[in-house]
T-cell receptor
Framework: GAVVSQHPSRVICKSGTSVKIECRSLDFQATTMFWYRQFPKQSLMLMATSNEGSKATYEQGVEKDKFLINHASLTLSTLTVTSAHPEDSSFYIC???????????FGNGTRLTVT | AQTVTQSQPEMSVQEAETVTLSCTYDTSESDYYLFWYKQPPSRQMILVIRQEAYKQQNATENRFSVNFQKAAKSFSLKISDSQLGDAAMYFCAYRRPNFGNEKLTFGTGTRLTIIP
């Protein structure tokens, strides 16, 4: 089955630093990738949608300069949390789809803690 | 905008029994997809079952089945012969079809506990 690898699974960083999270589709080409954020005991909130080779589309209220998304190839998308603050601490999940009507495949998520 | 509502924050069921999780949604579209995802403690999102709105037949996957009522905009999940491994958060989700960037809209989730 289709596999999405997300790395790192856990990261702790200091306030003011930047953190990069990678999302890779291992055995299929991901034309579209989605980045979600999940607070404890809450649902997944979509942050942005990215297509290979084009700029990401951000959801309302998500700061594009703070959450930089790059989808440079059909197998890799990255989310960079810039100048991280404690309120950015959360669980971030990526998902990928190969074509319009295919199922979404999710990564294992990244738990970010900003101290 | 589409919304997905799960009115049961928590449910519990005795092992081997049957449980039904509720989901309602709001949309003005006539064609769409509905999903149930499972998120165990590992936090990995796992697709449980999927339903195309144009199909009248309810989807079934082994012990998991749905009751899709399009007119009522209801999409409940029935888990038969509950097993300990079914313990997880269950999210109902909606998506419009045939557009590459169409996002999944998730409900708030139902935490399912299996009682041994």
């Amino acid at each position: 089955g289709a596999v999405v690898s997300q790395h790192p699974s856990r990261v702790i960083c200091k306030s003011g630093t930047s953190v990069k999270i990678e999302c890779r589709s291992l055995d299929f080409q991901a034309t579209t990738m989605f980045w979600y954020r999940q607070f404890p005991k809450q649902s997944l909130m979509l942050m942005a949608t990215s297509n290979e080779g084009s700029k990401a589309t951000y959801e309302q209220g998500v700061e594009k300069d703070k959450f930089l998304i790059n989808h440079a190839s059909l197998t890799l998308s990255t989310l960079t949390v810039t100048s991280a603050h404690p309120e950015d601490s959360s669980f971030y999940i990526c998902s990928a789809r190969s074509w319009e009507d295919s199922p979404l495949h999710f990564g294992n998520g990244t738990r970010l803690t900003v101290t | 905008a589409q919304t997905v509502t799960q009115s049961q924050p928590e449910m519990s069921v005795q092992e081997a029994e049957t449980v039904t999780l509720s989901c309602t949604y709001d949309t003005s579209e006539s064609d769409y997809y509905l999903f149930w995802y499972k998120q165990p403690p590992s936090r990995q999102m796992i697709l449980v079952i999927r339903q195309e709105a144009y199909k009248q037949q309810n989807a079934t996957e082994n012990r998991f089945s749905v009751n899709f009522q399009k007119a009522a905009k209801s999409f409940s999940l029935k888990i038969s012969d509950s097993q300990l491994g079914d313990a997880a958060m269950y999210f109902c989700a909606y998506r419009r079809p045939n557009f590459g960037n169409e996002k999944l809209t998730f409900g708030t989730g139902t935490r399912l506990t299996i009682i041994p």
